[in-house]
């Protein structure tokens, strides 16, 4: 979750993260801050029934939360929710204990293990997004171990007017400041072109086959024989000792077990390293092994590998490298491999076997890319309409303050 103030350290190429413009700068200057205890604002809610990802399905109705980073900490659905949103509880949050996550939840929802479910005192979006970015500042990374001990003793430094908590100040600023980042993804969609997200003839005919394949229409090709690992160079460095951000020589991307940010979530020099792009990079030694293609420069660390397509006859291209990677994470990225349950490495990957689409006997690779570019369209097409409606309400608001 995106923290409230500038950080105060440039990046290579002369972007900084999280930076805000001069005007909300200078409201930040000229606030008052009082410091309140997290359980004045929070009610720390009693867990009866702990889910396990084998109680869940994408098919179910209601998200399940875990402490996992990605998606909004939602690992999957369930049907029988234990905590309900309602007019009297519209809003819950949730709290990572190992990640220090928060994700807030507006829908019914359960939990698995290693989280914990507090009932706020407001109920505001906007405010709760200021107040648990503030908490997280709060509580020190201590890696995989619990955070709560530390987290529930927390008192957090919030905007104050006449002694109390000024909910009012907050949500101005979280408007004006949700205002100018979707004001900046609308002219990023337009300089990149993905404005248009009109499907053509010959995408929508890609997804009514897909929805329509059967069992004859696919082939079984085992891993090992379209892929071949990639063998990088040895480095000389820990996880732990790197930065999280790109600064002087550490520009390029890393790849560890991680499944945060693709497991790119540190930089080392480029210098020594063996660079790579346009690949499937893949676990080793993880709680979930789920591939991910990478189309940008990076290296791989510890705990993960990566492999290429093998064929020099078949260039394939990044849609199609995705749509293979879809593939692979059937056999690979499964709920019951974990830390204690491995799956191993590329000497058990390259003996899998995955199911692609054929047509006339071979790998139908015109399907994946049209495939691949209708899904890319559909996806773009909600942020595209998300951008259009939020600049228009978070205008009226703003317009509606002055």
Same mark, same amino acid.
């Not at 606030?31 to 604002?41: F, N």
């Given at each position: 979750?995106?923290?409230?103030?500038?950080?105060?350290?440039?990046?290579?190429?002369?972007?900084?993260?999280?930076?805000?413009?001069?005007?909300?700068?200078?409201?930040?200057?000229?606030?008052?801050?009082?410091?309140?205890?997290?359980?004045?604002? #929070?009610?720390?809610?009693?867990? *009866?029934?702990?889910? %396990?990802? !084998?109680?869940?399905?994408?098919?179910?109705?209601?998200?399940?939360?875990?402490?996992?980073?990605?998606? &909004?900490?939602?690992?999957?659905?369930? +049907?029988?929710?234990?905590?309900?949103?309602? !007019?009297?509880?519209?809003?819950?949050?949730?709290?990572?204990?190992?990640?220090?996550?928060?994700?807030?939840?507006?829908?019914? #929802?359960?939990?698995?293990?290693?989280?914990?479910?507090?009932?706020? *005192?407001? +109920?505001?979006?906007?405010?709760?997004?200021?107040?648990? @970015?503030?908490?997280?500042?709060?509580?020190? $990374?201590?890696?995989?171990?619990?955070?709560?001990?530390?987290?529930?003793?927390?008192?957090?430094?919030?905007?104050?007017? +006449?002694?109390?908590?000024?909910?009012? /100040?907050?949500?101005? /600023?979280? @408007?004006?400041?949700?205002?100018?980042?979707?004001?900046?993804?609308?002219?990023?969609?337009?300089?990149?072109?993905?404005? +248009?997200?009109?499907?053509?003839?010959?995408?929508?005919? %890609?997804?009514?086959?897909?929805?329509?394949?059967?069992?004859?229409?696919?082939?079984?090709?085992?891993?090992?024989?379209?892929?071949?690992?990639?063998?990088?160079?040895?480095?000389?460095?820990?996880?732990?000792?790197?930065?999280?951000?790109?600064?002087?020589?550490?520009?390029?991307?890393?790849?560890?077990?991680?499944?945060?940010?693709?497991?790119?979530?540190?930089?080392?020099?480029?210098?020594?390293?063996?660079?790579?792009?346009?690949?499937?990079?893949?676990?080793?030694?993880?709680?979930?092994?789920?591939?991910?293609?990478?189309?940008?420069?990076?290296?791989?660390?510890?705990?993960?590998?990566?492999?290429?397509?093998?064929?020099?006859?078949?260039?394939? @291209?990044? $849609?199609?490298?995705?749509?293979?990677?879809?593939?692979? $994470?059937?056999? @690979?990225?499964?709920?019951?491999? %974990?830390?204690? &349950?491995?799956?191993?490495?590329? &000497?058990?990957?390259?003996?899998?076997?995955? $199911?692609?689409?054929?047509?006339?006997?071979?790998?139908?690779?015109? /399907?994946? !890319?049209?495939?691949?570019?209708?899904?890319?369209?559909?996806?773009?097409?909600?942020?595209?309409?998300?951008?259009?409606?939020?600049? &228009? %309400?978070?205008? !009226?608001?703003?317009?509606?303050?002055?």
């Amino acid at each position: 979750m995106g923290g409230i103030h500038p950080f105060k350290k440039s990046i290579k190429g002369g972007r900084t993260p999280g930076k805000i413009d001069a005007s909300l700068n200078k409201q930040l200057q000229a606030v008052k801050w009082g410091e309140y205890r997290m359980s004045k604002l #929070f009610k720390l809610q009693k867990i *009866t029934k702990i889910l %396990s990802k !084998e109680d869940l399905s994408d098919n179910f109705g209601f998200p399940a939360y875990s402490s996992d980073t990605t998606n &909004n900490g939602i690992i999957g659905y369930t +049907n029988y929710p234990e905590f309900i949103c309602d !007019e009297t509880h519209p809003v819950f949050v949730i709290f990572g204990d190992h990640t220090r996550s928060f994700n807030i939840a507006t829908k019914s #929802f359960s939990v698995l293990d290693n989280v914990k479910v507090l009932l706020p *005192t407001v +109920n505001n979006i906007r405010c709760l997004l200021w107040i648990v @970015t503030a908490w997280k500042k709060q509580i020190p $990374n201590l890696g995989y171990a619990r955070h709560w001990k530390i987290a529930k003793d927390c008192f957090l430094k919030l905007p104050s007017k +006449n002694g109390q908590i000024d909910f009012d /100040f907050m949500e101005s /600023f979280v @408007t004006e400041l949700e205002a100018q980042r979707v004001t900046e993804l609308e002219a990023y969609l337009k300089v990149c072109g993905y404005d +248009n997200y009109e499907l053509s003839d010959e995408e929508k005919q %890609s997804l009514h086959r897909f929805k329509n394949l059967g069992y004859n229409d696919w082939g079984l090709y085992k891993v090992g024989n379209l892929f071949d690992r990639i063998e990088t160079k040895r480095l000389p460095y820990k996880a732990k000792e790197l930065p999280k951000y790109p600064i002087d020589d550490y520009v390029l991307p890393c790849l560890t077990s991680s499944f945060q940010n693709q497991g790119l979530n540190y930089y080392v020099p480029t210098e020594g390293a063996t660079v790579l792009s346009n690949v499937i990079s893949i676990p080793s030694n993880s709680d979930v092994y789920r591939a991910y293609y990478q189309s940008r420069n990076f290296t791989v660390l510890s705990d993960a590998y990566a492999i290429k397509w093998k064929s020099e006859d078949d260039e394939i @291209t990044p $849609n199609q490298y995705l749509f293979m990677v879809m593939c692979i $994470n059937k056999v @690979t990225d499964l709920p019951f491999y %974990s830390y204690k &349950n491995k799956l191993g490495g590329w &000497n058990v990957v390259q003996n899998k076997y995955i $199911n692609l689409p054929e047509k006339d006997g071979k790998i139908d690779f015109a /399907f994946m !890319e049209t495939f691949i570019s209708a899904i890319k369209k559909m996806a773009i097409k909600d942020v595209v309409l998300y951008s259009d409606q939020k600049i &228009n %309400s978070t205008k !009226e608001i703003v317009l509606k303050s002055q």
